[in-house]
């Protein structure tokens, strides 16, 4: 069964320093986000992307943060300076053609960012 | 205000009994879709079941049912028959039809315990 990918699982890094977390999302699926989980709190939409381009951010994605689908396959997140708040994990979550509020959105297994 | 609202924690059940989680939202759109997702203790999130807003029937997934009631705007999740792996984070989630992104607005989670 498909599934998306996400890498790392785990990274830590330390506060100021950039980061780019890694998503494969399901091949033919078409619209492509990323969802923030910190610790022990829900889950918070930061940006969903289709068409190579941005159709919406939350107000968390502030100019710290960029997507990128570089290549057809992956889609990432980087973080430009990560403040210690920024740790959380991160889950990339991708559908098909969003015409149908049905459509599952199937989530990556999460990478855990922990800033130091 | 929040869109999506679950006001139990934590809760415990039996083992082999039933179990209620509660869900409600906020929504103007008269098209939209409520998503439950099961998040175990390793992370990842688990799709469970889903309900549209113009489903005239309770939709059932195995244990899992969805007490759909409309006019209330609450959409509770059953788990029937607890086994001990149903032991997780669950979390209520809509979609918004006049949402061109179809993002997923996520509430802030029951934990449930089933107890042997």
């Known amino acids: 069964e498909p599934e998306v990918t996400q890498t790392p699982s785990h990274q830590v890094t330390q506060m100021g320093q950039e980061v780019i977390l890694r998503c494969v999302p399901i091949?033919?699926?078409?619209?492509f986000y990323w969802y923030r989980q910190i610790l022990g709190q829900k889950v918070e939409f930061l940006v969903s992307?289709?068409?190579?381009?941005?159709s919406e951010k939350s107000e968390i994605f502030d100019d710290q943060f960029s997507v990128e689908r570089p290549d057809g396959s992956n889609f990432t997140l980087k973080i430009r300076s990560t403040k210690l708040e920024d740790s959380a994990m991160y889950f990339c979550?991708?559908?098909?053609w969003g015409g149908g509020l049905e459509n599952e959105q199937f989530f990556g297994p999460g990478t855990r960012l922990t800033v130091l | 205000a929040q869109k999506i609202t679950q006001t139990q924690p934590g809760m415990f059940v039996q083992e082999k009994e039933a179990v209620t989680l509660d869900c409600t939202y906020d929504?103007?759109?008269?098209?939209?879709?409520l998503f439950w997702y099961k998040q175990p203790s390793s992370g990842e999130m688990i799709f469970l079941i889903y309900q549209g807003s113009y489903d005239e029937q309770n939709a059932t997934e195995g244990r899992y049912s969805l007490n759909f009631q409309k006019a209330r705007k609450s959409a509770n999740l059953v788990i029937s028959a607890s086994q001990l792996g149903d032991s997780a984070m669950y979390f209520c989630?809509?979609?918004?039809?006049?949402?061109?992104?179809?993002?997923?607005?996520f509430g802030s989670g029951t934990r449930l315990l089933v107890r042997p």
């Open positions: 989630a809509m979609r918004e039809g006049g949402d061109s992104s179809y993002k997923l607005i």
């Open positions: 091949s033919n699926h078409l619209y």
């Open positions: 929504t103007s759109d008269q098209s939209y879709g």
């Open positions: 992307f289709y068409n190579n381009e941005i």
């Open positions: 979550a991708s559908t098909t």
